[in-house]
């Protein structure tokens, strides 16, 4: 069982469920549908509030006339040594625009959280023990350096590893 952690801490009042074919949104529950789904249902109405699930392999940019319209974009993560969901984040971020909630659902483990929040996710759907003993403890790491800007303005000072600053005589 998950449960949704956002930076405000635990959220135990979350109504969206993943629908699969043993599972369907229930009363007061908002359903996540699959890319295919989704798009098949914001073309039969000019309704809103959707919530979508994005694959690794799924093209974010068919979302694009329907973001929106769309309040959740649920990520998954299959496996931690899969990327592709930090350059769907980015890509929705910055290039897309999308302002709705940003969800890692699947293998959320505790070191990915701050990458995450960098490229613009706010929720998270954790299932891994030592991440939610982590979150419940208010433990989250920290990211010493950064290699690249981000969707989101870091609060640490510092700077990038990238950026060095050149001294007179060196």
């Known amino acids: 069982m998950s449960k949704i952690w956002k930076e405000t801490g635990f959220d135990e009042n979350d109504r969206w469920v993943i629908e699969t074919e043993e599972r369907k949104a229930g009363d ?28 690794p392999a799924d093209d974010v940019k068919r979302l694009e006339p329907y973001l929106d319209r769309i309040d959740l974009i649920a990520v998954a993560f299959p496996a931690f040594n899969d990327g592709r ?3 769907h984040a980015t890509l ?9 909630e940003l969800r890692a659902v699947g ?12 490229t613009g996710f706010d929720s998270f ?24 800007p981000a ?11 990238w950026r060095r600053l050149g001294t007179a005589g060196a």
Do not use: W
């Not at 929705?92 to 709705?100: C, I, M, N, S, V």
């Not at 293998?107 to 960098?118: A, E, F, S």
């Open 28 to 55: 007061g529950e908002r359903p996540v549908l699959g890319l295919e789904a989704l798009i098949a249902a914001a073309d039969e109405t000019n309704e809103g509030g959707f919530g979508v699930l994005v694959a």
């Open 151 to 161: 969707a989101r303005a870091s609060t640490v000072a510092g700077g990038f590893s």
């Open 125 to 148: 759907a954790v299932t891994n023990a030592v991440a939610l003993k982590r979150l419940e403890e208010g433990r989250l790491p920290g990211i010493a350096q950064r290699y690249q």
């Open 92 to 100: 929705l971020r910055q290039r897309l625009g999308f302002a709705g």
């Open 85 to 87: 969901g930090f350059s």
């Open 107 to 118: 293998d959320v483990l505790i070191d990915q959280i701050p990458l995450m929040l960098r």
